[in-house]
């Protein structure tokens, strides 16, 4: 599978992908199912908190200022991790960004 990399601002849209099957774990993870692929792919605390957000629709800036928040990470550590969660999810086929 090629990997592309993509330029996300923070005003770039982010929402789930239909086909995605989500099931949080006790110890404060998560688990993401691409089902056209049937590829699984786990999530720590911060990547679970990012797909609970993309619910709806948000920006990655919405995103970044509420994990920011709530894990107490600077601007830029956090839009940095943010960005590559996201991307890594693009190209797995589970996010998609307009």
Not at 8 to 25: E, F, G, K, S, W
């Amino acid at each position: 599978m090629w990997q592309v990399f993509l330029q996300i601002a923070l005003q770039t849209t982010l929402t789930r992908c239909d086909a995605v099957l989500y099931a949080p774990l006790d110890d404060g993870q998560g688990v993401i199912m691409n089902i056209a692929e049937g590829r699984f792919f786990s999530v720590n605390a911060v990547g679970r908190r990012v797909w609970e957000l993309l619910t709806a629709p948000k920006t990655l800036a919405e995103i970044c200022a509420a994990i920011g928040g709530e894990f107490a990470v600077d601007a830029a550590t956090c839009q940095a991790a943010v960005t590559k969660f996201v991307s890594d999810n693009i190209n797995r086929g589970i996010v998609r960004a307009s």
